[in-house]
């Protein structure tokens, strides 16, 4: 008994003096016992607990010494801080089995320091050399950024990759007849990411906030094409960005809707139409000015537009979105969704829709916005879901959009049937890609799909949004703005530059790793036989 209640107070003193002495505070408390300091102690409970007999104290040292020594060099860059950690460890051992043993650990300890301080000097004379940074301090902020969500550190490192370039987006904005705001569709061609709060990852969630409070309406915010390297590297940028789209809104009801301001135009034709594409469903809002293209290929996985295919689309004439709604296969590349055959039958039925006669402007369309806060159980992210409704002479249809990375595979056609359940002739359920969730420690899934964990709340969501805006429907009149910003995004050329840094330095990582460990092995077994 006294022997585990010394091993647990060990953990805990290393645990408290991990958390307070690192400057750059790799670790919290709690993550300090979790990640850290229980394996560094695994040896310890083992020397106070003999396993019948036998000592196993220098196998535990070797194979828990170096790792956890490795993450703590990479982070904090004064050895004065290991000191009293290796003191720690020190008396309880001298107390305990005497000074022979406890020399050995300081010796130990004090070598899987040294030797993780030669690894991070490799790794980051190697990454210095590709990316001007250093791998062992974009790696700890990495990781910094993982366990807390996000990190200042990290982005800074991301912007320092990034360059700017031309982000298109298009804004859908309904307005009553007498100019009063109904709501909106903004479509992006940024992306969220990289993951949690860093960057661009809840973007979605801001660019909405921002043009409801500009408009006093709810706003559906859709993906456009592209993929991570759309990523917006800080969230201050991601906001200034959210923010000049925000700005550009105006309240038609203090001018006549049929002539807005410079940049945006009355729409005096519109149609609404959903058909199918080989997998792909394509909805669309069809317009004298701009149309709008939802591509959906539920029920089979999908993922991100690659930018060169969806540039390809839209020289139809037309903005095309990203339904996000069916899950994706690990190891599948944005290509894979894509496949030439269907990229061709996507464009015939883009040109059809673009092609096709609308007649009047008489429709009415509804929205509504239900919103939440983050749910790992349901995936959605902070604000919710927005529904749209609309209805032309014997049509009528709805769109639903979650916040949230992807859908689970089947959620959407549940959805989908549900809604026509309701009514309406046409339905499509979307996601925004907000990667708020995503790569979370307690995600139910990889990507904290809509519907990880409870497809029935999700389902009865979309239902509620949608009786919310039908009821709110009105005849409207719809404005389109097409936007071009220049804004700093991480691009291909600063994912390229990390993955090179990747490739080069984890074969270095692994083969002082081996080295290492059988340099720390061989003491131990020179320990025993001494």
């Known amino acids: 008994l006294l022997a585990a209640l010394l091993a647990s107070a060990t953990v805990v003193v290393v645990g408290l003096l991990a958390t307070y002495l690192q400057p750059k505070k790799l670790f919290n408390f709690r993550q300090s016992l979790l990640m850290g300091d229980f394996f560094y102690s695994i040896p310890l409970i083992f020397e106070y607990l003999p396993f019948r007999g036998i000592d196993l104290i220098p196998i535990g040292v070797s194979f828990t010494a170096y790792p956890m020594a490795l993450a703590y060099v990479a982070t904090v860059e004064n050895p004065l801080f290991y000191l009293p950690i290796v003191l720690v460890f020190f008396f309880p051992v001298l107390t305990i089995s005497g000074l022979h043993e406890a020399l050995y650990l300081m010796v130990i300890y004090a070598g899987s320091i040294g030797l993780a301080y030669l690894t991070v000097h490799k790794i980051d004379n190697k990454t210095l050399s590709i990316i001007g940074l250093k791998g062992s301090s974009f790696g700890a902020s990495f990781f910094r950024a993982w366990f807390n969500k996000s990190d200042q550190e990290y982005e800074n490192y991301l912007e320092s990759l990034s360059s700017k370039k031309p982000i298109k987006s298009d804004v859908f904005y309904f307005v009553d007849k007498k100019g009063s705001p109904i709501g909106s569709i903004v479509v992006t061609d940024a992306h969220p990411g990289p993951f949690h709060e860093v960057g661009s990852s809840t973007l979605p969630t801001v660019v909405s906030e921002k043009v409801e409070k500009a408009t006093g309406a709810p706003c559906m915010v859709l993906r456009g094409k592209g993929s991570h390297e759309n990523d917006i590297p800080t969230r201050e940028l991601a906001k200034s960005y959210s923010e000049t789209i925000s700005s550009s809104m105006f309240i038609p009801l203090k001018l006549p809707a049929t002539d807005p301001p410079n940049g945006w135009a009355a729409c005096t034709a519109i149609d609404f139409n959903q058909i199918k594409a080989g997998p792909f469903t394509l909805a669309s809002i069809k317009s004298d000015r701009e149309s709008l293209v939802l591509l959906s290929k539920a029920p089979y996985p999908c993922d991100d537009i690659p930018w060169e295919i969806g540039e390809g689309f839209e020289a139809a004439g037309c903005k095309v979105a990203d339904a996000h709604n069916s899950g994706p296969i690990d190891g599948y590349s944005t290509l894979n969704y894509f496949p030439p055959s269907n990229v061709d039958q996507i464009a015939t039925g883009i040109k059809r829709l673009v092609n096709s006669h609308a007649e009047g402007s008489d429709f009415q369309v509804g929205f509504s916005h239900l919103k939440t806060k983050e749910s790992l159980k349901t995936g959605i992210c902070d604000g919710g879901v927005v529904a749209m409704t609309w209805k032309k002479t014997a049509k009528s249809g709805v769109l ?131």
Do not use: W
Request: net charge neutral; aromatic share 6%.
């Open 400 to 530: 639903v959009s979650f916040q949230g990375n992807n859908m689970v595979l089947g959620l959407r056609d549940k959805i989908v049937e549900a809604l026509r359940g309701m009514g309406f002739k046409e339905a499509e359920v979307a996601t925004t890609d907000n990667h708020q969730l995503s790569t979370s420690l307690q995600a139910v899934n990889k990507y904290s799909m809509v519907g990880a964990a409870d497809e029935e709340t999700v389902l009865n969501l979309a239902l509620k949004a949608a009786k919310m805006a039908l009821e709110k429907q009105k005849d409207a009149m719809m404005l389109v703005q097409k936007r071009v910003d220049e804004i700093k995004v991480i691009g291909s050329e600063g994912l390229d530059k990390i993955n090179q840094a990747m490739k080069a330095s984890l074969p270095m990582l692994g083969k002082y790793f081996v080295a290492s460990l059988v340099l720390l092995v061989l003491a131990s077994a020179f320990f025993c036989f001494v």
